[in-house]
């Protein structure tokens, strides 16, 4: 059921980006420094990496709309038919784990010390950042919808 249109929040802002982001990287940052999210990226086959990032769609759009009845997905701005609240969490949640994973050199220590090389680093950490994301978007998410 949706509230009533004066009972809404207000379209998307910047500050709703911006707290995306606080959440993203709070749940992204244990996760990029993680063996074991490294270890599991050797493991998956692309299949997984892009159910993995299916799932983090997902999440992210029943959070954003379906946890809070007081977003009207159809109501808000879109690009392409896409809510501009979604694509931004989206990018927050991947960009996020993306960003942590350069600063913090996890490929290196991860990958590249260990004998991988070449195309193979990045497609690891690609599927290293899906698996990331998946925390990452629970907390961008919350941030949006508590703040």
């Known amino acids: 059921m949706n509230r009533p249109k004066a009972l809404r929040r207000a379209n998307f802002r910047i500050a709703d980006s911006a707290q995306q982001v606080v959440g993203g990287f709070l749940l992204a ?4 420094v993680t063996e074991e999210v490294w270890v599991l990226a050797t493991g998956m086959n692309a299949i997984q990496a892009v159910l993995t990032a299916g799932v983090v769609a997902a999440i992210g759009y029943a959070g ?16 392409v038919g896409i809510p501009v609240r979604f694509l931004s969490l989206m990018v927050v949640s991947f960009g996020s784990v993306l960003l942590l ?20 680093v990045w497609i690891t950490t ?11 978007v629970v907390g961008a998410a919350t941030a949006d919808s508590v703040f």
């Open 126 to 136: 690609a599927k290293a950042i899906t698996v990331g994301a998946v925390f990452s």
């Open 64 to 79: 954003l709309y379906r946890a809070d009845t007081g977003r009207d997905p159809d109501a808000e701005r879109a690009v």
């Open 101 to 120: 994973a350069l600063l913090l050199d996890a490929p290196e220590t991860f990958l590249i010390d260990q004998g991988m090389t070449g195309n193979t």
């Open 29 to 32: 940052g244990p996760f990029v």
